[in-house]
């Protein structure tokens, strides 16, 4: 039997301390207070909505939980704004980016670069290259990553609502600085916004959702990982291997998709004007300012059908003048699907109560 000596176990007891304190430095990392920043609540927002032009590349974490019926012909949207998305992101600027959503089979990959949109599905492995402009197109994994959700949302805001500075916290090893936006409209659903951005160059690493109603944040997107270096080019660009499948596919024409199945939409709707659309979307419109915008669109006759059974299954039909309406209401979205008898379905949806939403299809029908 071998006796360890006393030197020998001192030896052991420091490799085993020192293993500890190695395995233990990132929680006490974390713990450490985070020094507070001077920048008032307008000069961090204003760092924010400038930092379209810095780099990162990191992994990020988004968890939503609005509670969707799945509509029809919306593909994967409804559980991207229902579950938890994970991906990886390498941002050289606003034209030249790659966004890698994990998936439970592999990853979907899209790529933004000078010679237009590229996605790889790692199922099919097949690599398509979209050619065209998006003048509208529906939500993707990477509008969920921290920077662009949080510029698209302090983009919204109008004059009246409120800016505040939050305390600082610590989020993928950055000292963030947290900023707090508070709608002063009462016709919105979201209660506030608050964003974590690093205070040097207004990089936004985590951003909070929350709707009018008590509770959680409805909506939790943050860095897990971030790094402020430059990806390199190779990291953007699309390089498939030889066997990988490649195809090219140009966008649907989405004014004819969905335009001409109804009169023209008025110039205001609920006491709203109408917000400015897209070149050739003249059938498609938003009305509203800042947050309490909503977005009315005519639907296919097969569409409106089957949009009307699903939302009547997760909703509640409810009476109104002059038609039909389905009404869906969660804590944050809320869709309201009208229709005039003998008359196409219009679907009408925003982050608005549903009173704005029933008195602008009851004007809307009235319209019709």
Do not use: H
């Not at 909505?49 to 990020?60: E, F, I, N, R, T």
């Not at 090893?173 to 916004?193: E, F, H, K, M, Y």
């Not at 959702?209 to 509770?215: H, N, S």
């Amino acid at each position: 039997m071998r006796v360890v000596s006393g030197q020998a176990a001192r030896r052991w007891a420091l490799v085993g301390a020192g293993t500890a304190i190695l395995c233990l430095l990132p929680a006490l990392v974390a713990a450490l207070p985070v020094p507070a920043s001077a920048l008032t609540a307008a000069q961090l927002r204003a760092r924010i909505l400038k930092s379209a032009d810095v780099p990162y590349q990191g992994y990020a974490e988004s968890d939503v939980d609005l509670d969707l019926p799945a509509l029809p012909d919306l593909g994967n949207v409804t559980a991207l704004l229902d579950g938890t998305t994970d991906q990886y992101a390498w941002y050289r600027s606003a034209g030249q980016w790659r966004a890698d959503v994990l998936t439970t089979a592999g990853e979907d990959d899209t790529y933004l670069t000078s010679r237009g949109t590229y996605t790889w599905n790692y199922t099919s492995d097949l690599m398509t290259r979209i050619e065209g402009t998006q003048p509208v197109r529906l939500p993707r994994a990477a509008d969920l990553l921290p920077p662009a959700l949080a510029t698209r949302l302090l983009s919204f805001a109008g004059r009246a609502d409120r800016i505040s500075r939050l305390p600082s916290r610590r989020v993928a090893g950055i000292d963030a600085a947290g900023l707090r936006l508070v709608p002063a409209s009462q016709a919105t659903t979201i209660g506030a916004v608050d964003i974590w951005a690093d205070p040097v160059n207004g990089l936004p690493v985590q951003v909070n959702l929350y709707g009018r109603r008590a509770g959680g944040p409805l909506l939790v997107s943050r860095f897990l990982d971030v790094s402020l270096s430059m990806p390199s080019v190779a990291d953007v660009t699309p390089d498939p291997a030889p066997d990988v499948g490649f195809t090219v596919t140009g966008l649907a024409d989405v004014s004819g998709v969905l335009g001409g199945f109804g009169p023209p939409l008025p110039g205001r709707l609920a006491g709203f004007g109408q917000v400015a659309s897209p070149a050739g979307l003249a059938d498609i419109a938003a009305y509203g300012d800042g947050f309490a915008r909503f977005v009315v669109l005519p639907l296919p006759e097969r569409t409106g059908t089957e949009a009307m059974t699903t939302a009547s299954a997760a909703g509640a039909s409810i009476k109104i003048q002059g038609g039909t309406a389905v009404l869906v209401t969660t804590p944050l979205l809320t869709v309201l699907l009208a229709s005039p008898l003998g008359g196409p379905v219009y679907l009408l949806t925003g982050a608005v109560t549903a009173k704005l939403l029933y008195a602008a299809a009851t004007q809307l029908l009235a319209v019709g």
